[in-house]
């Protein structure tokens, strides 16, 4: 009757129970090709032994024989399903084994047992109170053995008791209401062979419809470049560590391993393969680049697409090749540009002074792409009437030198006189050397030129002379004007005097009577300056008389006297009318003569030049009238707005003057409705910048001030500002190039230094870039400038500073000097080299304060070379006259141009320092690591991402950061810099 009740159970399974019930795979998982390996998701199971699956009968070994039996049953597709089931509760003490066949382990050392069963519920059947059970057990036994026929009870291990969650009833039967029970249960560290399980029953009415035993592994896959093999789990719950090997055309990075969980699931990620170069990684492998692209490093994210000028015809190419004509010097990164030779210097002026030459150049038109543009001289000296020349010789010397000069201006000394030159003037960049064609340069011919004597010198009064003079005999070329020097006889070294004029004599008045008075006259011709003749000496009289000193040149006197009686008059007049301002003396009654006064032993060299300031003033518009010139408003053509400041709009547009080109300018122009005070500001720029002549100053064109709207005419600057171009082109620079960019920059300030200007608001906003990447120094209206930027100033009794740009000095006792715009140019310095990230970051004005004063300085920006760093730090220096002149640190800044290597070694700094975190220690942890540097808004993005450890983060760069969800570039900037602090320290950051 018992037994009944456990087939009947069994038979209706087919009919009761769903698909899903009866399948030895669920639904949802796939079956591999054998049959044996199935896998869920990024795990996998291995079958050892499945009991559904079997076609014919089991072979269980079953004790006593009265005890589990085999039987068949058909399921609802007519399917032979084999079960065992066992159904002696009407009899006391049971004790009925039911045992496997021998089972291998396949490597596992932690299998699954999965068991099916059904069984009655004992309160359903009357009179078995006292001997049905509701449990069985299950054990196991391990063997190198695979044909025991007996073991005993006493060897096997226990694996648990096993109880139904639902039993069933004959009223279950009845209603073909049937469900299995589904258990369950894993044995680890197996180190045998294999192993047999056995089932006891102790007196219930049981069926076991499936028995499946399986173990579990880690699939193969690739994550980060590297392959990892199918794993299989741990003994026990560890986990176990897997090291991968990196897949085709990639390297190890850093070592790359895995580890493989008790469930079959892969976890933490550490290290990595990175692309091969000519490689780049696209969905978990390494894709040749296609021709016409390359990777030249293993640190580039993907194959990018060849610089100008270069090519690549084939797959997987690490770089790219020149083209004809084209050339990279071995300093050059692969991703620049191949560049050429520059072509010959243009616009040469030459001025002749004595035995010296001055030369003077434009910078070649076409650079050939680069920025590291020398010159070296070749000098030839020919004869006077044919046209053999040979080399000069070592006499003659170059001032700086004669060859490798960065600037276009030399002082050539020590030339014979009145002999032919030709000096050949050679432009040369880093990518000369490598080309074979011819040198590019442009000659020079200046000829030294004789002395020019006095013929005649007459005594007119007690307090004028007059002079008389021939030019050069053999000159070939024409005379510009004469320059008469003079000065009273032993006071040379306190008072020199000028006079200019292109006659061949002279009149000099405003003498002292009674007074001893040394002369000298020199050529100057189109070719420069002549040699000045010899000393003449004349005492004037206590009263009017003549006196001839030559008695041949009576004719030429008369001459002389006829034609100048009224010119004489003229400049008499003049001369008390002009008056003398500031030790200078313009001779007003000759348009032809200009008079200079050289006072205290110092000769002020035509063109050298000292700021005024337009507040000296009484009337600023005189100062507008003097340094700015006034343009007509129908020779100007707006075309766009292309920005907005305090006083109005700023425009691009063009300028055509007469006799001229066209230029492209930029325009400020004066909002209606203004003051007489906001004229006079927005004009006082003007006032400043046009005192100002240099390469790398904003030049002012002109002001239209005569109608309305009053506008500023400038030099058109492309690029814009500098820390705008900067973040646009971030990281698209070469060192040597940003060097270059420094260099202009310092260039352009020592000229203002120069002249005694101090610029106050020294900033890489301040800074404007052509289209030619030079940059010039602009914005000389500090106040306007702070007050549009209120963010950059700090507030004081005396007006606004930009704290982040100002010197400590200036800040404290707004001390503003050439000293401090020193500092403020070693902030732009690390402005320049950081791609414009703003200095100090998010700290407040008050803490950049505080931090300077306790001695805090900025760390060196990502990839900064250490002796950028070091100039920044000296630019710093507390003192002010500790800090370098920008003379000295223009002749920093053209060494390393011209040696590159000295840029290869980068600033690894000790540590990566928050002035507002006062104590020391080390971190171990990413999530300590975060929280020093402020960061822990990230720390689930590192966790995601599989970063656990310090040593992982190494490899972070911009993209790695950018795919785990951190895009901001001024987080992304300060992480690897943090980063880099890391590999210095060997995974420690200092705070």
Not at 550 to 570: E, H, K, R, Y
Not at 842 to 853: G, Y
Not at 865 to 874: A, E, F, G, K, S
Request: aromatic share 10%; proline share 5%; with cysteine.
């Amino acid at each position: 009757m018992s037994f009944l009740w456990i087939y009947l159970a069994v038979a209706t399974l087919g009919s009761v129970l769903p698909t899903w019930a009866l399948r030895t795979y669920p639904s949802n998982e796939v079956m591999k090709s054998d049959a044996r390996q199935t896998c869920v998701q990024t795990s996998c199971s291995v079958t050892l032994l499945d009991s559904m699956s079997a076609l014919g009968d089991l072979g269980w070994v079953a004790y006593p024989a009265e005890g589990w039996e085999e039987i068949s049953v058909m399921d609802e597709r007519n399917t032979p399903m084999r079960t065992y089931q066992v159904c002696n509760i009407m009899e006391t003490s049971q004790n009925n084994w039911l045992r496997t066949s021998w089972i291998p382990r396949g490597g596992a050392q932690r299998v699954y047992i999965e068991i099916k069963f059904t069984l009655r519920d004992c309160n359903s059947l009357p009179g078995v109170q006292g001997t049905c059970k509701e449990t069985f057990n299950m054990y196991y036994y391990e063997s190198n053995n695979s044909n025991l026929w007996f073991i005993k009870e006493n060897q096997y291990i226990k694996i648990d008791t096993i109880a139904a969650d639902e039993s069933f009833t004959q009223v279950d039967v009845g209603d073909r209401v049937l469900k299995l029970n589904t258990e369950v249960r894993d044995i680890s560290n197996l180190y045998k062979k294999g192993f047999y399980l056995a089932f006891q029953d102790v007196g219930a009415c049981i069926a076991l419809v499936s028995v499946r035993v399986f173990y579990k592994k880690c699939p193969m896959t690739v994550r980060n470049l590297a392959l990892f093999l199918d794993t299989v789990t741990g003994g026990d719950s560890a986990l176990v560590e897997v090291k991968g090997s990196c897949v085709n055309n990639s390297v190890e990075f850093d070592a790359p391993k895995m580890y493989c969980s008790a469930d079959g699931g892969w976890l933490v990620p550490i290290g990595r393969c990175v692309c091969k170069p000519g490689y780049e990684e696209k969905r978990e492998a390494c894709q040749p680049c296609r021709p016409g692209f390359y990777r030249a490093l293993l640190t580039d994210t993907y194959c990018t697409k060849c610089p100008p000028h270069s090519f690549s015809l084939e797959d997987s190419s690490a770089e790219c090749t020149c083209e004809k004509g084209f050339y990279r010097a071995e300093s050059d990164l692969r991703s620049t540009a191949c560049t050429k030779p520059p072509s010959a210097p243009d616009n040469p002026i030459s001025t002749v002074n004595e035995t010296s030459v001055i030369m003077e150049w434009s910078p070649p038109e076409d650079t050939g792409g680069r920025f590291d543009i020398t010159y070296n001289i070749h000098c030839r000296r020919c004869q006077v009437e044919g046209h053999k020349c040979s080399p000069c010789g070592s006499g003659i010397h170059y001032i700086p030198r004669q060859f490798g000069l960065v600037h276009s201006r030399v002082l050539i000394t020590d030339l014979l006189p009145y002999t032919n030159y030709t000096f050949d003037i050679e432009a040369l960049n880093g990518v000369s050397e490598l080309s074979s064609g011819p040198k590019q340069f442009i000659s020079v011919n200046i000829t030294t030129s004789q002395a020019v004597n006095v013929i005649l010198k007459e005594r007119k009064s007690k307090d004028s002379v007059t002079l008389a003079f021939q030019g050069p005999e053999k000159s070939n070329d024409a005379v510009v004007e004469y320059e008469v020097i003079y000065y009273e006889k032993n006071q040379k070294d306190q008072n020199y005097t000028v006079l200019k004029t292109r006659s061949t004599f002279m009149t000099v008045d405003g003498l002292k009577p009674g007074t001893i008075y040394i002369f000298r006259v020199r050529a100057h011709t189109v070719g420069g300056h002549g040699i000045y003749g010899g000393e003449i000496e004349l005492e004037t009289s206590t009263e009017d008389m003549i006196a001839i000193a030559d008695p041949n040149q009576i004719t030429i006197l008369a001459i002389s006297i006829a034609g100048g009686i009224i010119l004489l008059i003229f400049l008499v007049t003049c001369f008390f009318v002009s008056g003398r301002h500031c030790g200078y003396i313009k001779a007003k009654q000759d348009p032809d003569e200009e008079k200079m006064q050289f006072q205290h032993g110092r000769v002020k060299l035509p063109g050298s030049r000292t700021y005024i300031h337009p507040h000296t003033y009484e009337d600023p518009n005189q100062a507008v009238r003097d340094f700015a010139k006034e343009i007509d408003a129908s020779s100007i053509r707006i075309e766009r707005v292309i920005g907005a400041g305090e006083f109005g709009e700023v425009c691009s547009g063009r300028l055509k003057l007469p006799s001229k080109r066209e230029i492209y300018v930029a325009i400020k122009s004066l909002k209606a409705g203004y003051s007489e005070k906001q004229r006079r500001d927005f004009l006082g720029e003007a006032s400043i910048m046009g005192q100002f002549d240099h390469p790398n100053i904003i030049r002012l064109e002109g002001v239209v001030t005569k109608c309305k709207p009053v506008m500023i005419i400038t030099e058109f600057m492309e690029n814009g500002s500098l820390d705008s171009f900067l973040k646009k082109h971030d990281s698209q620079f070469t060192v040597i190039q940003l060097v270059g960019m420094l260099r202009g920059i310092a260039s352009g300030m020592k000229y203002l230094s120069d002249m005694n200007y101090v610029h106050r608001d020294l900033a890489a906003r301040n800074i404007l870039v052509n289209s030619n990447l030079i940059c010039k120094v602009s914005d000389f209206g500090l106040s306007r400038v702070l007050e549009d930027d209120p963010e950059a100033a700090y507030t004081t009794r005396g007006g606004k500073i930009p704290i982040r740009w100002t010197a400590p000095e200036a800040i404290a006792y707004r001390k503003f000097t050439s000293a401090s715009d020193v500092w403020s140019y070693g902030i732009v310095m690390w402005e320049v080299i950081s791609y414009g990230e703003r200095p100090y970051w998010e700290m407040s004005n008050q803490d950049v304060i505080k931090a300077i004063d306790e001695g805090y300085r900025l760390p060196p920006p990502m990839d900064c070379p250490i002796v950028l760093h070091q100039l920044m730090l000296d630019c710093w220096q507390k003192c002010r006259n500790d800090r370098p002149k920008f003379g000295q640190i223009v002749n920093i800044l053209d060494k390393l141009i011209r040696t590159p290597s000295s840029l290869n070694q980068l600033a690894n700094s000790s540590s990566w320092q928050d002035p507002s975190v006062q104590d020391s220690f080390t971190v171990t942890t990413i999530v300590e690591w975060l929280e020093a540097i402020k960061m822990t808004q990230y720390t689930e993005n590192f966790t995601m991402a599989g970063y656990v450890t310090l040593h992982s983060v190494g490899y972070l760069n911009n993209s790695e950061l950018s795919k785990i969800g951190i895009t901001l570039a001024g987080h992304q900037k300060k992480i690897l810099t943090s980063v880099q602090n890391l590999q210095a320290q060997g995974t420690h950051l200092q705070i």
